[in-house]
């Protein structure tokens, strides 16, 4: 999954050969999951149709503050174009555009647009190389960087007029990917990593039958998948459940019993920054697992357990730098239960629901979470979803990272 998914872009097209390329970087964009809506100015119209860019960007093509062709003339708000993006894309960008975005110079919508917008500006210049070399687009590019206008340079080859050298737009596929490996350096959790556990594990007494639990394992996924959206790269190791994370920062380990889940778990502690240990994890398993199907010969049947290891609480007996945090589901004395916890497994952080809440623990949608960290500050939280329920907790580890 792109980290531009569900992401608004604007696209400003200039007047220049390179237009032809804005078609492809439309259809990029589109393809990773963002909206898009374009502007060009009244130039470029003549390198590209906007009938072509409205096509592939299913939104309509803004050149100018009115729209002249409408029977009722409608005015075309720059201002909200400007907030409404998340990201905005001068591309081709000519030396006269640059020169306007740097002087301010807001003779054309384009330009108003880039005023008004708050979002990250980036630019991908595109004209001949003595223009490139020119002191005055130097300038230009040098002023729009100070403002923090981020550039993507012109690249070296063949130019319209026939000459060699820098001055080439950069190809939409490079545009692309500088834009996405920005957008996710910028994320408060980039260069973390993260271990999530979640779901049941599933506790084989034959070879076709099982002990095992109702948890869903969607609190896991939220989890997995808002440290991911946030930056991190996580290691998702999961008991059996129906969810399937989509995106390329997050590492599914599936297993099945305790004893897989506490083995891949230590292989990657050690490598993480935060572990969140959510799965229901067996707390016995059979003691002997019997190698052929057991048939209904006695009237009674007795399968002796023992306990499986606990993994939260092995991990806080070797942990250095991690922030560690567990879950607990209690149905008394919670808080009181939850701090016991908290303290004989050496947690930073734990997430207590409460099964006398409705709508709280395993199974649904929703969670009602209490967070209690180390120095025992308790902060509870309404009956959320349990998306929102991992906001939280992410907010609440981010605090813990930044202390
Ligand atoms: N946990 C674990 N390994 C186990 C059992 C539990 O890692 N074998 C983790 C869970 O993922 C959860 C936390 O421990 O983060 C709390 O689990 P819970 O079952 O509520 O508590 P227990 O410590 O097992 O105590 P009890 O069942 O007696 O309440």
């Known amino acids: 999954m792109s980290i531009l998914r569900g992401k608004n872009i604007l696209l400003g097209i200039t007047a220049g050969i390179a237009a032809y390329k804005s078609a492809s970087l439309v259809r990029?964009?589109?393809?990773?999951?963002?909206?898009?809506?374009?502007?060009?100015?009244?130039?470029?119209?003549?390198f590209i149709t906007p009938l072509t860019l409205s096509t592939l960007s299913k939104n309509p093509v803004i050149s100018s503050f009115t729209d002249a062709d409408a029977e009722n003339a409608v005015w075309n708000n720059h201002v909200e174009l400007g907030?409404?993006?998340?990201?905005?894309?001068?591309?081709?960008?000519?030396?006269?555009?640059?020169?306007?975005?740097?002087?301010g110079r807001s003779d054309n919508f384009l330009v108003a647009t880039y005023l008004?917008?708050?979002?990250?500006?980036?630019?991908?210049?595109?004209?001949?190389?003595?223009?490139?070399?020119?002191?005055?687009?130097?300038?230009?590019?040098?002023?729009?960087?100070?403002?923090?206008?981020?550039?993507?340079?012109?690249?070296?080859g063949e130019l319209a007029s026939g000459l060699v050298g820098a001055g080439r737009m950069a190809e939409p596929e490079a545009?692309?990917?500088?834009?996405?490996?920005?957008?996710?350096?910028?994320?408060?959790?980039?260069?973390?990593?993260?271990?999530?556990?979640?779901?049941?594990?599933?506790?084989?007494?034959?070879?076709?039958?099982?002990?095992?639990?109702?948890?869903?394992?969607?609190?896991?996924?939220?989890?997995?998948?808002?440290?991911?959206?946030?930056?991190?790269?996580v290691v998702y190791i999961t008991g059996p459940t129906h969810y399937k994370p989509n995106n390329s920062r997050i590492n599914t380990i599936p297993v099945v019993s305790a004893l897989?889940?506490?083995?891949?778990?230590?292989?990657?502690?050690?490598?993480?920054?935060?572990?969140?240990?959510?799965?229901?994890?067996?707390?016995?398993?059979?003691?002997?697992i019997s190698i052929s199907k057991i048939k209904k010969s006695t009237q009674n049947l007795s399968i002796e357990l023992e306990k499986t290891a606990d993994i939260l609480a092995s991990l806080g007996t070797i942990k250095s730098n991690q922030i560690l945090v567990g879950f607990a589901l209690e149905t008394n004395n919670e808080i009181e239960n939850?701090?016991?916890?908290?303290?004989?497994?050496?947690?930073?952080?734990?997430?207590?629901?409460?099964?006398?809440d409705p709508g709280a623990g395993f199974g649904g949608e929703t969670n009602k979470v209490t967070l209690i960290d180390k120095n025992l500050v308790q902060t509870a939280y309404p009956l959320k979803s349990k998306a929102n329920v991992a906001d939280d907790i992410m907010t609440e580890i981010q605090n813990q990272i930044n202390a």
């Open 83 to 103: 907030l409404w993006a998340d990201l905005f894309l001068v591309a081709p960008a000519t030396a006269n555009t640059l020169s306007k975005m740097a002087s």
């Open 175 to 233: 545009i692309i990917s500088l834009i996405e490996s920005n957008t996710l350096n910028q994320l408060p959790l980039y260069g973390k990593r993260f271990l999530v556990t979640a779901g049941p594990t599933y506790e084989a007494i034959d070879p076709v039958r099982f002990i095992g639990n109702h948890s869903s394992g969607l609190m896991g996924f939220e989890i997995a998948q808002k440290a991911a959206l946030l930056g991190a790269e």
């Open 338 to 356: 939850a701090i016991i916890k908290l303290k004989s497994k050496n947690l930073d952080l734990i997430v207590l629901n409460s099964l006398n």
């Open 116 to 156: 008004s917008a708050k979002c990250p500006v980036y630019f991908a210049p595109a004209m001949d190389l003595d223009m490139y070399k020119h002191p005055s687009t130097k300038s230009s590019l040098e002023t729009l960087e100070s403002f923090g206008n981020i550039m993507i340079p012109a690249t070296t």
């Open 260 to 288: 897989e889940m506490y083995t891949q778990v230590h292989l990657h502690f050690k490598s993480v920054d935060v572990a969140i240990l959510s799965a229901a994890v067996a707390d016995y398993r059979p003691k002997n």
């Open 28 to 46: 990029l964009f589109i393809k990773s999951g963002a909206s898009v809506k374009v502007i060009m100015t009244p130039a470029a119209k003549e």
